[in-house]
């Protein structure tokens, strides 16, 4: 006979208490229940639990600090908040700290059962073996960080913003949140925000009834809809227009959405994972973003590195693209030493993207299966490895050419520093003092 599983109920109002108990008894649940923080640590070290719900308010504490206490000594046991309503801010903090997941009071019981097979989902996950591995290339510290990191967020709602250059895997890095959490068997809806017209992106987004704009002949399901109980991708959400970013905001905050020419909200269950190439925390110093848009989307933000930053990654990736290419050839192409040399000192500003396609166009004329150095065309490319011009042709000022190789080199450095200025500083070999009379000769804030 299969053991059930068992809840932990923290909360110091007995109503409360009792209401849960009778929910997640209905459940096939035990439950056990505590009044206090030092009732919540002592079930804790005597039995274990494959849910833990908790009131934000204690007696003797903060329900934030059984949340750290259960990530630190328990990370295999979801944990959910149960926070005042409209207290947002609260959850928020409360899904930083490493909370699965939050319910607000009143308990609507249809979400707190959601909540709850979600949380049993990801407890049921645990055991097994991560398919990051296979798909997330690279040995490098860097990757070795983001793939922990990716194991440790696909156990949370909490809304990821993905930051990272074009070209460097965010939507496979989503795709993987997405996998390994409770909802991978519900759909993952991936959407470029800048490739939809600005007139039609409400209707993308929230759907439309039938007869509510000219073209309408049917109901329409939008992307939200499309994605309930999976997750939703916006990828490249610095181009969301202003106005469709407050209806964003709403249908975040609500978990609702309002179709065009409906007159009903719609209950949505949606994880929103977002990613971008442009700074966003710039997009909102510009005010091009919002900044209350910007808190929700970036509960968590998870960068993912530039090809340039793990160098010591691209022979494990060109092995395994040049293996997909070479398809079921007995042998598959392989780079000569000289080509591989030449990849490991080019910037790659295009990132894993450049590497696929540079290979893909060397693999079709290289010969014999090898690919020399002459074959990746790395002086057609469009960014040399110092990241300066190979070329000193046509220039009219010396002065005005020297401060343009000048602001390359910093910009090089600060990037690859991630703008820390004292480090780039001593990647160039300059004072501190120096460093900061040039980023202020040359502009660069």
Same mark, same amino acid.
């Given at each position: 006979?299969?053991? @059930?599983?068992?809840? =932990?109920?923290?909360?110091?109002?007995?109503? #409360?208490?009792?209401?849960?108990? +009778?929910?997640?008894? @209905?459940?096939?649940?035990?439950?056990?229940?505590?009044?206090?923080?030092?009732?919540?640590?002592?079930?804790?070290?005597?039995?274990?639990?494959?849910?833990?719900?908790?009131?934000?308010?204690?007696?003797?504490?903060?329900?934030?600090?059984?949340?750290?206490?259960?990530?630190?000594?328990?990370?295999?046991?979801?944990?959910?908040? +149960?926070?005042?309503?409209?207290?947002?801010?609260?959850?928020?903090?409360? =899904?930083?700290? $490493? *909370?699965?997941?939050?319910?607000?009071?009143?308990?609507?019981?249809? @979400?707190?059962?959601?909540?709850?097979?979600?949380?049993?989902?990801?407890?049921?996950?645990?055991?097994?073996?991560? *398919?990051?591995?296979?798909? =997330?290339?690279?040995?490098?510290?860097?990757?070795?960080?983001?793939?922990?990191?990716?194991?440790?967020?696909?156990?949370?709602? *909490?809304?990821?913003?993905?930051?990272?250059?074009?070209?460097?895997?965010?939507?496979?890095?989503?795709?993987?949140?997405?996998?390994?959490?409770?909802?991978?068997?519900?759909?993952?809806?991936?959407?470029?925000?800048?490739?939809?017209?600005?007139?039609?992106?409400?209707?993308?987004?929230?759907?439309?009834?039938?007869?509510?704009?000219?073209?309408?002949?049917?109901?329409?399901?939008?992307?939200?809809?499309?994605?309930?109980?999976?997750?939703?991708?916006?990828?490249?959400?610095?181009? &969301?227009?202003?106005?469709?970013?407050?209806?964003?905001?709403?249908? #975040?905050?609500?978990?609702?959405?309002?179709?065009?020419?409906?007159?009903?909200?719609?209950?949505?269950?949606?994880? +929103?994972?977002?990613?971008?190439?442009?700074?966003?925390?710039?997009?909102?110093?510009?005010?091009?973003?919002?900044?209350?848009?910007?808190?929700?989307?970036?509960? #968590?933000?998870?960068?993912?590195?530039?090809?340039?930053?793990?160098?010591?990654?691209?022979?494990? &990736?060109?092995? *395994?693209?040049?293996?997909?290419?070479?398809?079921?050839?007995?042998?598959?192409?392989? &780079?000569?030493?000289?080509?591989?040399?030449?990849?490991?000192?080019?910037?790659?500003?295009?990132?894993?993207?450049?590497?696929?396609?540079?290979?893909?166009?060397?693999?079709?004329?290289?010969?014999?299966?090898?690919?020399?150095?002459?074959?990746?065309? &790395?002086?057609?490319?469009?960014?040399?490895?110092?990241?300066?011009?190979?070329?000193?042709?046509?220039?009219?000022?010396?002065?005005?050419?020297?401060?343009?190789?000048?602001?390359?080199? +910093?910009?090089?450095?600060?990037?690859?520093?991630?703008?820390?200025?004292?480090?780039?500083?001593?990647?160039? $070999? =300059?004072?501190?003092?120096?460093?900061?009379? @040039?980023?202020?000769?040359?502009?660069?804030?």
């Amino acid at each position: 006979m299969t053991a @059930r599983q068992r809840a =932990l109920i923290v909360d110091d109002e007995p109503d #409360i208490r009792e209401l849960l108990e +009778i929910t997640l008894g @209905r459940m096939k649940l035990d439950t056990r229940n505590a009044r206090n923080l030092k009732e919540a640590r002592d079930w804790l070290a005597k039995e274990s639990f494959d849910l833990c719900l908790t009131d934000m308010r204690l007696p003797d504490g903060s329900g934030l600090d059984l949340v750290q206490h259960i990530q630190q000594r328990y990370p295999q046991t979801p944990v959910a908040m +149960i926070t005042a309503y409209g207290s947002l801010d609260t959850a928020v903090n409360a =899904l930083k700290a $490493g *909370a699965f997941d939050f319910v607000t009071k009143p308990v609507d019981l249809a @979400r707190l059962r959601e909540l709850v097979n979600s949380a049993l989902r990801l407890s049921d996950k645990a055991s097994e073996p991560g *398919a990051v591995d296979s798909r =997330l290339l690279g040995d490098s510290p860097p990757m070795r960080a983001l793939r922990s990191q990716i194991g440790k967020l696909a156990r949370s709602q *909490a809304p990821v913003y993905i930051s990272g250059e074009s070209g460097s895997g965010k939507e496979l890095v989503a795709r993987l949140i997405h996998e390994q959490g409770p909802r991978s068997e519900q759909p993952f809806v991936p959407v470029n925000c800048g490739a939809i017209p600005s007139e039609l992106m409400e209707s993308e987004f929230f759907g439309h009834r039938k007869g509510s704009f000219t073209g309408a002949i049917e109901d329409k399901q939008g992307l939200f809809q499309a994605a309930n109980g999976g997750t939703l991708f916006l990828d490249e959400v610095a181009d &969301l227009p202003l106005a469709m970013q407050v209806k964003l905001l709403r249908a #975040i905050q609500e978990k609702a959405i309002r179709p065009v020419g409906g007159q009903q909200e719609v209950v949505v269950d949606v994880r +929103i994972l977002c990613a971008t190439h442009k700074d966003l925390a710039a997009e909102v110093a510009a005010e091009r973003f919002r900044q209350d848009l910007y808190y929700r989307l970036n509960v #968590i933000e998870l960068r993912v590195p530039p090809l340039r930053e793990r160098r010591e990654d691209i022979q494990q &990736l060109a092995t *395994a693209m040049l293996e997909r290419l070479s398809g079921s050839a007995q042998s598959p192409a392989r &780079l000569a030493p000289e080509a591989l040399d030449k990849l490991k000192s080019y910037r790659f500003p295009g990132n894993v993207r450049e590497l696929e396609n540079m290979l893909e166009r060397a693999y079709t004329l290289c010969e014999a299966d090898v690919i020399q150095a002459i074959d990746l065309r &790395l002086s057609e490319a469009p960014c040399a490895a110092n990241g300066e011009d190979a070329s000193l042709v046509n220039i009219d000022n010396l002065e005005d050419h020297l401060e343009s190789i000048e602001r390359k080199l +910093i910009m090089q450095a600060l990037e690859e520093t991630r703008w820390n200025r004292t480090a780039a500083a001593q990647r160039l $070999g =300059l004072s501190f003092r120096s460093m900061r009379y @040039r980023l202020k000769k040359l502009g660069i804030d």
